[in-house]
C-alpha cells in the first residue's frame, strides 16, 4: 500500500472547463445567533452557569433560548414558541436534563453601545420562578475576539463547534446591577479571578453577533457538488472552491467578514479520483472572520469503492487581541488554547451511484 503526501501530484491533470462531479466528506456551516450572555453562579447547590440566547433566523426561529448548566455536566434547555430547537444535534454539556419549550416573561437581552440590560423569568419543570436580571451602563471602547471553550466539555460531540465571539466582555462590577434567584433561592454572581483592565468584573460575558460555526454535524451521505474545474459552486449552504485538478482548495459558509473557511493542503481530492489502494494524507486549517482558529491532518485510503477518512485536529487556538489580563488567564487555563486538539473524526464513504457516509466525532485520551 502506498502513500502519496502533501508534495506529490495526487490527481491526473482536468481540462479546464470540464463539469465535475466532486464527491466531499465534509459540510461547513455556521449557526447564527444574535446575542447571548452567559451568568457564572457562586456556591449554589445546584447550578453553575445559565445563558439566555437571541435568535432571529430562518433556522433557529425567533425568541429567547436558556441553557441551565448542572453541576456534573448536564443541561437544561428551555425556548419559548417560535424558537425551533434540534436535540440530535445539540453540541453542549455531558447530556441534556429538562427539555421543554415554556412561556419566558420578561425576555430580554439587549446590548447597546450605552449598556448592557438582561431581564428573563421562566418557570422550570419543576415548579420554580427563575429569574436573571442584570444591568450595566458601558463607557468607553469594550470587548476582546476570544474562542469559546464549548467544545471542551462535550463528551460525545455530535459535530465540531467552534464559537468565536469577536468582541466578548465582562460585566463590570461597579456600576452594575444584579438580582438573580431559582425558587426560594437566591443566585450569587461568580466573580473573575482577575482585573479586566484595572477594573473588578463578574464572571457574566456577553456578545452580540457571535459565529458560530461546525463541521461535520451527523450525516449519512458525502456532499456532492457539480461544478467547472478550476472554479466555485454553492451547496448545502457552503461554497466549494476547486482547483484545475479537480481537488477542492477550500469551503466555506457565511458572507464576509463574519464568515468560516477551511482552507486544504495540498487540495482535498475528489474521492470519485482517488487511486485503489493508496493513502493520501494532507493538512487543513480553519479561520473564522479573517482569524486563525484551529486545523491539523487529513488522511484518505480507497479500498474498491469504500473510502476510509480521518480528519485529526492538532493545532491549538492562538489568541491575538486580548488584553494582558486575559493573555494570562488563556495561559493559565490551558484548555480555553488546547481544547479543539482533542478531537477527531473518522468516517466511511462508500461510492456509488448513491454514495452513504457514516462517521463519528471522538475525544482523544
Known amino acids: ?134 444591568h450595566e451602563n458601558i463607557k468607553g471602547e469594550r470587548g476582546f475576539p476570544l474562542l469559546a471553550p464549548v467544545g471542551g466539555s462535550v463528551k460525545t460531540p455530535p459535530k465540531l463547534m467552534l464559537v468565536f465571539m469577536p468582541k466578548i466582555d465582562l460585566v463590570r462590577r461597579s456600576g452594575s446591577f444584579f438580582v438573580g434567584r431559582i425558587g426560594d433561592r437566591t443566585l450569587r454572581l461568580a466573580s473573575f479571578p482577575i482585573l479586566l483592565n484595572w477594573c473588578r468584573v463578574w464572571f457574566a460575558r456577553y456578545v452580540s453577533m457571535p459565529i458560530i460555526g461546525y463541521l461535520n454535524p451527523p450525516m449519512n451521505q458525502p456532499v456532492k457538488v457539480e461544478l467547472f474545474a478550476p472554479g466555485c459552486s454553492e451547496v448545502d449552504g457552503m461554497n466549494v472552491t476547486a482547483d484545475k485538478n479537480g481537488s477542492v482548495s477550500y469551503i466555506s459558509a457565511g458572507q464576509k467578514p463574519n464568515h468560516l473557511r477551511m482552507d486544504f493542503l495540498p487540495s482535498l481530492p475528489n474521492l470519485l479520483d482517488l487511486s485503489n489502494g493508496n493513502t493520501t494524507i494532507g493538512s487543513w486549517s480553519i479561520r473564522i472572520a479573517e482569524t486563525q482558529i484551529t486545523g491539523g491532518s487529513y488522511k484518505l485510503l480507497r479500498e474498491g469503492n469504500r473510502v476510509s477518512i480521518e480528519f485529526n485536529v492538532t493545532e ?28 477527531k473524526w473518522r468516517g466511511v464513504v462508500e461510492l456509488g451511484p448513491a454514495p452513504t457516509m457514516s462517521g463519528i466525532w471522538e475525544r482523544k485520551k
Open 1 to 134: 500500500m502506498s502513500i502519496q503526501n502533501q508534495h506529490t501530484e495526487q490527481h491526473h491533470l482536468t481540462p479546464e472547463n470540464t463539469l465535475l462531479t466532486i464527491v466531499l466528506p465534509m459540510k461547513l456551516g455556521i449557526e447564527p445567533m444574535e446575542r447571548l450572555l452567559v451568568a457564572s453562579f457562586k456556591g449554589d447547590p445546584e447550578f453553575e452557569m445559565i445563558e439566555p440566547q437571541v435568535f432571529d433566523d430562518t433556522i433557529n426561529g425567533t425568541g429567547m433560548r436558556i441553557l441551565r448548566y448542572r453541576k456534573g455536566g448536564k443541561i437544561d434547555i428551555y425556548w419559548q414558541a417560535g424558537v425551533h430547537v434540534d436535540r440530535t444535534t445539540f453540541a453542549v454539556g455531558s447530556g441534556i436534563s429538562d427539555f421543554t419549550e415554556t412561556t419566558i416573561e420578561p425576555a430580554n437581552l439587549e446590548i447597546t453601545e450605552d449598556n448592557i440590560d438582561l431581564h428573563v423569568g421562566f418557570v422550570d419543570l419543576q415548579g420554580r420562578k427563575n429569574e436573571l436580571h442584570i
Open 316 to 343: 491549538k487556538w492562538k489568541p491575538s487581541g486580548l488584553p494582558l489580563s486575559m493573555k494570562i488567564f488563556t495561559l493559565l487555563v490551558r484548555s480555553f488554547r488546547t481544547w479543539p486538539t482533542t478531537y
